[in-house]
C-alpha cells in the first residue's frame, strides 16, 4: 500500500472514530481532534519507517515504539501529547478499525472459504481462549488492587 493510501485510510478511521468518540463518551470532536492528529501522525511516520529502514520490521513496531518515545515522561512534550491523546476513546478507535477489517475480510470471501472449517474452529478457539484469559487476569489484578 503506498503512503498516500496509508494516510488516506488513517484519515478515514480518525474521522469515523472522532465521531464514535462524540456518540460514546460524548467527548468533544474538536477537544478530541489534537489527538487524533497526534495518533494519526505517529502511524504515518512509522509507516514511512517501516518502508524506508532496512529489514523487514512491521510498520506497528515503529509505531509503537514512535508513540513510546514521544509519551515517555522525561520527553519533552510528553505531557502535553499524553493529554491530548487522552482525550480520545480507545473503543472509539476500535470501532472503525474493526468495522474495516470486517469489509476486508467479506471481500475475500472466496479464499476464507478456501481456508476451511478448521480455521473457523481455530478462530473461535483463540478467540474465546483470548476472551477466558483477559477476563482472568483482569479478575486477579483487579482483586490484588482492591477494585473488586
Not at 519507517?49 to 532496512?54: A, E, G, N, V
Not at 515522561?73 to 480507545?90: E, L, N, R
Amino acid at each position: 500500500m503506498k503512503l498516500k493510501d496509508s494516510l488516506f485510510v488513517l484519515v478515514l478511521m480518525g474521522a469515523l472514530s472522532l465521531v464514535g468518540n462524540m456518540i460514546g463518551p460524548k467527548n468533544n470532536i474538536l477537544e478530541a481532534l489534537p489527538g487524533m492528529l497526534i495518533l494519526i501522525g505517529i502511524s504515518i511516520v512509522g509507516i514511512a519507517l517501516s518502508k524506508i529502514m532496512p529489514g523487514k520490521i512491521p510498520a506497528v513496531a515503529y509505531i509503537v515504539t514512535l508513540a513510546c518515545i514521544l509519551t515517555y515522561p522525561s520527553f519533552p512534550g510528553a505531557a502535553q501529547i499524553s493529554k491530548y491523546i487522552a482525550k480520545v476513546d480507545f473503543l472509539a478507535l476500535t470501532t472503525p478499525i474493526l468495522a474495516y477489517v470486517g469489509l476486508s475480510i467479506g471481500k475475500d470471501l472466496d479464499s476464507f472459504k478456501k481456508s476451511g472449517w478448521r480455521l473457523i474452529v481455530v478462530s473461535c478457539v483463540v478467540f474465546v481462549g483470548t476472551y477466558i484469559g483477559s477476563a482472568i487476569i483482569a479478575q486477579v489484578i483487579l482483586k490484588a488492587l482492591g477494585q473488586i
